[in-house]
């Protein structure tokens, strides 16, 4: 079984510094998959970065890394340089590679951005 | 594109009635999932579908019905509502493969008073 640990209930940072949201990740798969998404409060579940478990290079996207450590099973989320915008819960989830790529989620993390 | 379409976005329900829940996606994907938001929780798997014809099981499976005649409709059945199915259904599809992107519908918040 998987299971996905975000042990952060809520973070305030503020406005323009970088934030790291802590994800740890159990699982007995060898090819797995790591994903981040965005949740604003008007609920959509916006996708913002995926890491699988073979690649070598941690994923970027624009302001979004991953920093895959996986000998410690954690999958930090950093967000560079935070705008007011990125208020929001932040889920962590993975799936195994093989067949249908069922997610399992973490219990998020609310990030709120001061100015 | 339309992407992933539900319906209804909100719906309240007395105990004991039921209900279908209504997905759509346009792309073409494979597979087909339902998941479930408790309040302040992350998401958890109801059923998926791998195609049309094939539905499977995910972890809260109980109270709930789905079929996939078609590879574009994956409806979810609410048979008997109770209270502990006052959540958020997201719906949502992926193409499979190296594809690992998913779509998430937008929503549909359920209450069952």
Redesign the interface.
Known sequence: AQK?TQTQPGMFVQEKEAVTLDCTYDTSDQSY?L?WYKQPSS???I?LI?Q?SYDEQNATEGRYSLNFQKARKSANLVISASQLGDSAMY?C?M?S?Q??????????TRLTINP | NAGVTQTPKFRILKIGQSMTLQCAQDMNHN?M?W?RQDP??????IY?S?GAGIT?K?EVPNGYNVSRSTTEDFPLRLELAAPSQTS?Y?C?S?Q?GEN???T?G??T?LTVV
């Open positions: 996905i998959g994903f609920g959509e579940m996708f995926y699988g889920f989830a799936s590679l067949g249908a790529q069922k997610l399992v989620f973490g219990q998020g | 597979y999932y998941y302040g929780m992350g998401l958890k798997l998926y791998v499977d995910g958020v997201f949502a992926q499979g690992y992107g998913y998430f937008s929503g918040r």
